[in-house]
């Protein structure tokens, strides 16, 4: 958390516990503490839908667990009311740990629906056993039982000492997610803006993700019970699919992914409701029936304006937000320490898509610290064969060997581990990151330091900052980008964007780098730029695997060149040789080939079209 | 259980499961037509059900057979018109700039927002505990076919069951063997390229809205409930069923979604069924009938979430 933004918590957490001492009215401040938990269950929202980019519709069904398990814990076992708390936060993370295990590998829009379907799943449950939750009438907790003990001495915990409480959660949980954006921030920016440059950068997107959901279960699960605490009853009206609905709204309101949005819309939202009711009610509606209405309106006023939220607004709004300084000039001049390169191996691996195949029992070997560049029409199978190597997708035959170790399982994260980082066809960086955050999001799959560890800043989390943030410099440095370090990525040209994911994989400190079309769409002019980097890369150690169309670039760099055709290896050897087989020349050029072929022996030009027509039909 | 409780176990899960699939496979289209979790589907079905019982028999109280016929036919009629008109107006008003500029977030909010207003209107419009749907179609008259072990047959599973296959076939035609599903299909996973070969976009994905519509409809008569009985939360629940058998059936073609919504059908009528002899605890009774399908869905996500619903690994 920079500076300003640290102040602007501790004032204002300083002023709202003031609260209290000047609102005397009990039902005011209880509905202040309502407010305040609200808050808490949204900041832990924003953590799954604002950071790692898991749209949730479940927030109040967690909060539903917290809440029911902590009354009923406290009523009828007679526990106490703070490990009553962590029981109730530990059961909405238990089902925060299904949920999450499922939709951690979900697109966007299957994470709504299925954790809709949680909320509402919840309800169902609520309202079916009402021996266990009161039914309609909801759990509802004595007065006798709103005692705190300790030390053998029993305290009352009256409305002040609730808002107190509530305000103090909601403090840790803005300073606790502060203190997980600084280890995490970087890799979740990096997550939400392109979860599979992620996945081939070796990050471990599900597992991120599996947190931040779990992370956010717990927090919702313990403003649930706070809530049904500061209220007196777990109330099945309370909770469910509509304060999910709410919380939703809350979040993407005040700007999902910032830091106090969440305190922003809470403010909005309720003023809103407020506003809402007393209309509701002075046209003859009753305030429950006009609460799915209200509810619906600021969720539709949010998405006709843009998902950004209020606080992204503001910011553009007042031109708090500097457009990015364009930096003139990235130098070309590199320094790259030595390394050892990997001596990479496939052996027969054969993959097919729906009875196609797109690799068929394809080896190739590449010698430590060269770099073998990869060729062949459109669809012939180099992406396949570099997202095999790169443990995206399992051959259903074959093997991956780094150094005549066989690389088992087909993940990308273990693959970083062994030393193998891949970099995507296109760039899409995230905006609001600079360029050694970025490239620090490569360093993720090499950190040893979890998210616990990070909270509590130990040292041994310090250290693992200082290193991931020197691999992150060395990468920048590796690539000519230190002097852009601090400028935000969409002010890098095209060219340098794709030296960036360069720079990212370098990161993780691999020895095998598999990089997929670097040269696509970029200028002659930066061409060499490009060159360059791939040269010094090479000259340090690094075994680079290259898909290219560019022959210009592979000429250049190439060690050797294999050339891919319908998913079977039909040459691999230096370049000049490659470029003189007459086969590569007919299945490089394809139809044009054949169609020259055919020419010249001037007598069936027919021929030429049916095979032509046949290679299409396989890609 | 015995096995007369098996089969009638085994036959009312059916009758549930047929309509889950009629829902289902609504929804399931509009996702393949359009790419849209049409998460207001069941209270597309609610209203229309609310719907059919305003115009045949207005909203004083009705029993189950007191309608004419032909104000009950035209009650059929004006609801599978509006559940038309509504879904394409419902694309073409709210839906299509967020579609349009690829917003997920912004349709999904769209799609929560008017299954709020829908259920809160319901909620609203029709204060009382719960309504009787008229039914005139003459099912009661003839009896049930028995079976052995005790368990009966009733006319209207047969009905309701036929009626899915038949919608489930319609729809697969309609998908698979029509230039309307392959024009759609295209629009659906290749937008920028139906658009340059002249596909006219807007006009099919409100006309697929609009075929969504009139299945809303149609699940909403054909799948009253035995007895007629329905309360403003009838239709979301089963869409919530629905939409559970849809992602099971991996949202793939309508008779696989159909297939697993039968399933999930049985399933549930086997959870209420279950009597453990000697373990009254293990008997989980009527209150998991609608716990029970939300948590095997949820279950099944996180163990085998379908390829379509998973994001893709490149």
């Known amino acids: 958390m920079n500076g300003a933004r640290g102040r602007i918590v501790v004032a204002a957490a300083v002023v709202a516990a003031l609260v209290p001492f000047v609102v005397r009215r009990g039902d005011l401040l209880s509905a202040s503490t309502e407010a305040l938990l609200l808050l808490l269950a949204a900041v832990g929202l924003n953590l799954a839908m604002g950071y790692a980019g898991s749209p949730s519709l479940g927030q109040g069904g967690f909060a539903a667990l917290g809440a029911y398990a902590t009354a009923i814990l406290v009523v009828r076992e007679g526990w106490d009311i703070p490990i009553a708390l962590i029981a109730g936060a530990a059961i909405a993370a238990a089902a925060g740990m299904l949920v999450a295990r499922g939709v951690a590998r979900l697109r966007p829009a299957f994470v709504v629906v299925a954790t809709w379907l949680f909320s509402w799943g919840v309800a169902f449950a609520i309202a079916a056993f009402p021996g266990l939750t009161g039914g309609t009438r909801g759990a509802s907790i004595g007065e006798s039982h709103l005692r705190l003990r300790a030390l053998g001495v029993g305290t009352k915990l009256g409305p002040v000492a609730f808002y107190e409480i509530a305000l103090v959660f909601v403090v840790i949980a803005i300073l606790g997610t502060s203190a997980v954006l600084r280890r995490y921030g970087a890799t979740f920016a990096a997550i939400r803006s392109d979860p599979s440059a992620a996945r081939a950068a070796g990050i471990p997107v599900d597992r991120v993700r599996f947190g931040a959901i779990l992370a956010s279960a717990a927090v919702g699960g313990l403003a649930g019970g706070l809530l049904a605490l500061n209220a007196g009853v777990a109330d099945p009206t309370s909770y469910g699919p509509l304060l999910s609905v709410k919380l939703f709204v809350v979040v993407l309101l005040g700007g999902a992914g910032y830091l106090l949005g969440p305190a922003v819309g809470i403010i909005v939202v309720l003023a809103v409701s407020k506003v809402g009711t007393v209309i509701a009610t002075s046209i003859g509606g009753s305030a429950a029936h006009a609460e799915p209405f209200i509810a619906a309106a600021i969720l539709a006023g949010v998405i006709a304006f843009g998902t950004r939220g209020l606080i992204d607004w503001l910011e553009r709004f007042l031109l708090l937000r500097q457009p990015g300084e364009r930096t003139p000039t990235t130098r070309t001049s590199t320094s790259v320490p030595a390394v050892q390169g990997g001596r990479l191996q496939a052996l027969g691996v054969a993959v097919s898509f729906g009875g196609v195949a797109a690799l068929d029992d394809l080896s190739i070997d590449v010698a430590p610290g060269t770099c073998h560049v990869v060729i062949g029409p459109n669809g012939s199978g180099k992406t396949t064969l570099l997202r095999v190597i790169g443990g995206a997708i399992a051959p259903d035959r074959g093997a991956i060997y780094v150094d005549g170790r066989e690389l088992a399982d087909a993940d990308p994260t273990q693959r970083a581990h062994a030393g193998i980082a891949r970099t995507l066809q296109r760039t899409a960086v995230p905006p609001e990151l600079t360029v050694l955050e ?123 060149v294999s050339v891919l055709d319908a998913g079977k290896l039909i040459a691999s050897g230096s370049v000049a040789e490659v470029a003189a087989d007459p086969a590569v020349r007919s299945a490089y050029l394809g139809y044009g080939a054949d169609m020259i072929a055919a020419r010249a022996s001037a007598k069936a030009p027919d021929r030429a079209r049916p095979r032509a027509r046949a290679r299409r039909n396989r890609v | 259980m015995s096995f007369g409780l098996v089969v009638q176990v085994v036959i009312s899960g059916l009758a549930a499961g047929a309509v889950y699939g009629l829902v289902a496979i609504g929804f399931a289209l509009v996702w393949r037509l359009t790419s849209v979790l049409q998460l207001a589907y069941g209270d597309f079905v609610g209203g229309s059900m609310f719907l059919v019982l305003v115009v045949a028999a207005g909203t004083g109280p009705v029993t189950a057979t007191n309608v004419s016929v032909w104000r009950y036919l035209i009650a059929i009629a004006v609801t599978l018109a509006a559940g038309a008109a509504a879904g394409s107006l419902f694309y073409f008003g709210i839906l299509r700039p967020f579609i349009r500029r690829g917003s997920t977030l912004g349709w999904i909010g769209a799609v929560v927002a008017v299954a709020l207003v829908i259920e809160g209107a319901l909620a609203s419009a029709f204060p009382r505990e719960a309504y009787v749907l008229p039914d005139p179609l003459p099912f009661t008259r003839w009896a049930p076919i028995s079976l052995p072990g005790g368990a009966s047959l009733p006319m209207r599973t047969i009905w309701i069951l036929f009626v899915g296959l038949a919608l489930a076939a319609a729809t697969g035609y309609l998908l698979t063997r029509t230039r309307f599903g392959s024009a759609v299909e295209a629009v659906s996973s290749e937008p920028v390229g139906a658009q340059i070969v002249g596909l006219p976009i807007d006009r099919l994905t409100a006309l697929a809205f609009a075929v969504a519509g009139v299945l809303a409809g149609l699940a909403a008569i054909v799948g009253t409930p035995a007895g007629g009985t329905i309360t403003t939360q009838t239709g979301l629940l089963l869409g919530l069923k629905a939409i559970a058998a849809a992602l099971l059936g991996g949202l793939g073609s309508p008779s696989r979604v159909y297939r697993a919504a039968l399933l999930l059908g049985v399933f549930e009528a086997a959870v209420v069924n279950l009597h453990v002899p000697g373990f009254p605890s293990l008997s989980f009774g009527p209150a998991w009938g609608d716990v029970a399908p939300l948590a095997l869905v949820l279950v099944f996500i996180a163990f085998r979430a379908g390829r379509s619903m998973r994001e893709p690994v490149e």
Not at chain 1, 466 to 476: H, I, Q, S
């Open chain 1, 438 to 560: 970025y490239v620090l999001s490569g360093a993720e799959p090499s950190r040893r330091i979890g998210p616990l560890r990070a909270l509590v800043r130990s040292p041994a989390a310090r250290r693992d900052e200082t290193a991931a943030l020197e691999r992150a410099r060395g990468a920048l440095e590796a690539t000519g980008l230190s002097d852009a370090a601090e400028v935000r990525t969409e002010t890098l040209s095209g060219a340098e964007q794709r030296v960036l994911q360069i720079a990212r994989a370098l990161a993780s400190q691999p020895r095998v780098l598999l990089l997929d079309e670097p040269a696509a769409g970029i200028g002659i002019a930066s061409e060499s730029r490009l060159r360059s980097v791939i040269d010094s890369l090479r000259a340090a150690g690094f075994t680079i695997v290259i898909v290219e169309h560019n022959l210009r670039l592979v000429g250049a760099v190439a060690d050797r």
